[in-house]
C-alpha cells in the first residue's frame, strides 16, 4: 500500500513524469528484479498488489484500507495465479494490468486536477509514445505469435503456434494427424473430409480457422487451446506437448 509521500503531480508534465517513475518502477520488478517479485508474490499470503513508486522501485503490498483509496487500486491477489499458471504468462499478465494501473492513476490525477480535453489529449500522446509494460516485458514473445500467425489461409495453421520453435525438426507434425480417416476417396474430397472431421479431444467441436490449437505429441489428438490453457505464447516454449489425459497417464506409471 502506498503512503503517497510524494509530490502530488498537478500539470500535464508533472503527471507524465510521475507515469515514467511508476512506469519504470513495475517494468524493473517484471525484469531485472523479477526473481525478488516472484518470491514476494507469494500464494499463501492474502491478496497482494503490485505498485510501481514515482521514484522508479516498486512494492508488493496488501491493497489500501481506506475506501475509497487516496489512488486508483492495482490488480488485487495477483500472488494467487503465481503457481496456476507458467511464469512467463503469469508475468505477461501482471504486466496487462500493471499498463492498465498506470493509466488510471495519470488520468485521475488529469480529472482531479481539471485538465481539459487538449491537456488529457497531450498527456495521453506522451503516454502512448513509449511503449507498454507488457510489450516491454513480452516484446520477443509478442514478435514470435505474429510470426507463428501469419500463414492463416493453410489449413494447416493449427500447429503454427507450436511448430514455431521446432523448425528444426523435419516436418513430421505439421503434415496433421487426422488424415488417415478417409484414405480411399479422391485427394480433395479426402482435404475437405479431414477438415471437417478435426475435432477438439477436449469440447468435441469442430476446427475453426479463426483458433488456435494444439496436437498432443502422444496421443495425436487435436485440442483447442482454450480448453487445455495453452496460449499460443506458452506453446511457443513447449517442446513435446501431452495432453492432460496423457500427462495423468505419464503420472501413473
Known sequence: MEGIPHPIPRTVEEVYNDFKGRRAGLIKALTTDVEEFYQ?????????????LP????????????????????????????DGMQEKDWL????????????SVAFYFGARFGFGKSERKRL??????????FEVVTGPVKQAKD????????????????????????????VKMPVPKEEDDSGEEEEEDEQGATLCGACGDNYGNDEFWICCDICERWFHGKCVKITPAKAEHIKQYKCPSCSSKRVKV
Not at 40 to 51: F, G, I, R, T
Not at 92 to 103: E, G, K, P, Q
Not at 124 to 133: A, G, K
Open 40 to 52: 514476494q508474490c507469494d500464494p499463501e499470503k492474502e491478496n497482494l498488489c503490485l505498485y510501481g
Open 124 to 133: 495521453f500522446q506522451m503516454i502512448n509514445d513509449v511503449p507498454t509494460v
Open 55 to 82: 521514484n522508479e522501485t516498486w512494492e508488493v503490498n496488501l491493497p489500501a484500507e481506506e475506501v475509497p483509496p487516496e489512488l486508483p487500486e492495482p490488480a488485487l491477489g495477483i500472488n494467487f495465479a503465481r
Open 147 to 174: 510470426q507463428a500467425s501469419a500463414p492463416n489461409n493453410n489449413g494447416k495453421n493449427k500447429s503454427s503456434g507450436r511448430m514455431q520453435p521446432r523448425q528444426s525438426e523435419p516436418q513430421p507434425k505439421p
Open 92 to 103: 505477461s499478465l501482471v504486466a496487462v494490468h500493471s499498463d492498465s494501473w498506470l493509466l
